[in-house]
Structure formats: C-alpha cells, structure tokens
DNA sequence: ACATTTTATTCGTATATTATTATATTATGA
DNA sequence: TCATAATATAATAATATACGAATAAAATGT
C-alpha cells in the first residue's frame, strides 16, 4: 500500500472520538475491554469493535490474561508526543 | 465543542488519502484550486470540495488573488511536525 | 462436562463520507 | 455589458462507518 494510504489510515483511525479516547486511556496504561467499556461507558460491543479497528491498523496490540484480554498502545511514545504536539496549538 | 471532539475532528479531516497529498502539497507553498487539481490529477469540484473541508477544519485558509484562490495551511510548522513524527514512525 | 465470565462476531440500521455531474457564482478584461 | 476563466455549490449515488441487539467463542472454575 502507498504510504500516503498508511499514514491516512493511521489518521483517521484515530480521527473518532471514542477512539481517541480509548487511546488516552491506553497511554497511562494497559487495560482489559471491559475497563475500557466502564471508564468510557460505552457498551461492551461497542468496546471490543473500536479495539479491533485500532489492533487492525497497528495502534494497539493485546495480551490473553486469563480470560481477559488487555490493550495496549504499540507505540506510546508516538502517541504521547503526536497527541501533545497537536493539543498544544489547538485549543 | 469538547477538546476531544476537536481533535478527532483535527485528526479525521487529515485522515484522507487526497486531503493529505493536499495538505503535503501546501508544506511547499500556497497554491490555487486549480494547481491543486493538476497536481493531484482530481477533479475541480473535487479539489474545492476538499479545500473546503480543510478550510472549516481550520487546517488551511485563503486568499483571493484576483480570479483565483490561494489556498494555505494556516499552521505549517504543527503540520510539518506532525508527518516528521508519524512518518518516521510508521515504516 | 457444565456454568460463568469475558470478549468477539454478526447483522441490521442509521448516518457520514466521497466522487461525479451539472450548475451557479465571482472577478476580470474586451 | 458580455464573455471568459476560476472557483464554489448542489444534487445524487455509491460506499463506508458507527452503534445496538443478539449470538458466538474462549478460557476458567466447579
């Protein structure tokens, strides 16, 4: 795929609000579906389909803990330092 | 608007193939609706329809020139900035 | 093996996005 | 004023996305 096409997927994956969420969520920690599904108070399909989509394009990756599955970013500080470097000139 | 709302907004008006190849287009300077279209090889309409979604985003702005359009991103730098860190990132 | 817990998947529906076509607007120059 | 060039807008159709409801799958403990 060209890069620009990966770099716009990257874009707009994390372009939706829920999503965007969970991956603030995700930078001050892992965390199983259903924290995600109470700390954002979304419903647990909900919960696990927006995951799904962000493992698909390589924003997180997740671990089987028993019989809980924990997320992750796969690159904190990329997120860290892209999510600081826009919320400083937005607001 | 919620902070997050914004920056999904930010992030998704991004998060498109031709949006993005404008938004890379402009780093190097202004340029009309027209040059838009010849470079990226779409359609007028198509062109104006994007600028125009990047202008609401506040990711561009203009300025008439005469009988054209010179379209502009109103940040460089953030923008700049932003792709250095994706894209050094994303292989 | 069975029940329970947690997560994933499927499906339907509503909404959003995208590109095309056609038409309208705006400014300029003759 | 009229014609032209450049851009914007509107309407449409195709596709994509988001969410809820229901169901399936996987692992654990009894």
């Known amino acids: 795929m060209q890069a620009i ?7 707009r994956t994390l372009g939706n609000p829920t999503r965007l969420m ?12 259903g924290e995600v599904e109470n700390i954002l108070k979304i419903s647990q399909a909900n919960a696990s389909q ?3 989509i962000l493992k698909s394009n390589d924003i997180v990756d ?3 803990q028993g019989t809980t599955r924990c ?10 330092n892209l999510l ?7 607001p």
């Open 62 to 64: 997740c671990i089987r």
């Open 5 to 11: 096409e990966k770099l716009a997927d990257f874009l």
């Open 84 to 90: 600081k470097l826009i919320e400083q000139k937005l």
């Open 22 to 33: 969970i991956v603030k969520e995700l930078t001050a920690g892992q965390k199983c579906v």
């Open 71 to 80: 997320y992750f970013l796969k690159d904190p500080e990329l997120i860290q």
């Open 50 to 52: 927006h995951l799904h």
